[in-house]
């Protein structure tokens, strides 16, 4: 079906087209403080999410205060209360395109085949971890398979930790880990061979170095109990640490021209990330990221702040654009701007009372 466009020029959403101030892309606590920012600046906001946040395989989240421990069902399931009680909207369903249209605005289609209309667009789609090709990583991630000491070191504490080399930064892996366990193993697997100090450096914390590749892991009594070499041989470990890949979820920004960038750290690529401002904005007019679709390394509190400040740019520009509206309505009040600025208005009402 095609836009209407009536004879003032005012294009007119398809069937069941509505449209809103802003619609967010990522339901995470990026995508709902952002959301609840919004709401509560009297945005109509619409929050597409397709309900597989990053964080799932985790048990609870850490480092965010007043609310550490929590599942992170429960947490999404609190935002989710706290947006739509101030009239934001969600919907479960994937987000798998967005244009800009000529009049103004972007248009996001669905998978299901429906499409919705904003006038800006917030992305919080964040990140998948491409974890190493090692049988039993993938089943044990986010329980005892982790890269993360800041949410996951406090919860193996003085346990065997064992740390998988798949690239350089495996040394100080194992020494930040060292400071949660005094057990800690760093598996050379595939990774470089340290050099002269890193070994110094190594032996002065008391961790121990293993030569081979891991082919598998011991699970016992569904709990890791062990990492096993290709010769056969099986370390005790109750904690393995990765270093995953980080892929920012992008694909829906391709269509605006927007294309993930790479990430080095110390000459090494460790992901992809859409490139934005301190606030969020991209190279895009209208567009904004927040999380870790544009910080590979933010945890849950930074990225629900990060969604905040989103936010409040977001509505700031929106707030100029109806200012220079109205101030071009007050010169000229019978002009054709003045009718479809009127039926604008009328649309985005029609979006918050859910008519």
Known sequence: MSDQTSHNGIVTPRSGERRH?????????????????????????????????????????????????TPPSELLAAGRAEVTGYGGEIITGDAVAAERLETGGFRVA???????????????????????????????????????????????????????????????QALMWRQWSGEVTLFLHTGPEPDEEEYEQLAARDIAVVDGEVTG?????????????????????????IAPRFTARADLLAGLGLTPVQQERAGEVIGSYIASDPVGATAVPGVWVAGNATDLMEQVVGAAAAGVRAAAAINGDLTAEDTRRAVAARRDPFSPRREREAAEHRMRAGSRTGL
Do not use: K, M
Not at 127 to 153: I, K, Q, T
Not at 219 to 240: C, E, F, K, N, Y
């Open 21 to 69: 101030d802003v619609v967010v892309v990522g339901g995470g606590a990026a995508g709902l403080s952002g959301a609840l920012a919004l709401a509560r600046a009297r945005r109509s906001v619409l929050v597409i999410d397709g309900g597989r946040p990053r964080n799932a395989p985790a048990s609870h989240v850490h480092n965010f205060l007043t609310r550490d421990g």
């Open 110 to 172: 669905l998978a299901d085949g429906t499409t919705v209309l904003a006038r800006r667009l917030l992305v919080t789609t964040g990140l998948v971890d491409e974890l190493p090709p090692v049988p039993g990583v993938a089943e044990r991630w986010g329980r005892e398979v982790l890269h993360c000491p800041y949410c996951h070191g406090w919860e193996v504490r003085d346990q065997p930790v064992g740390v998988l080399a798949t690239g350089p930064f495996a040394v100080h």
């Open 217 to 241: 892991l011991e699970v016992t009594d569904d709990r890791l109990t062990g990492v096993t070499l290709a010769g056969g041989r099986t370390i005790p470990t109750r904690a393995l640490v």
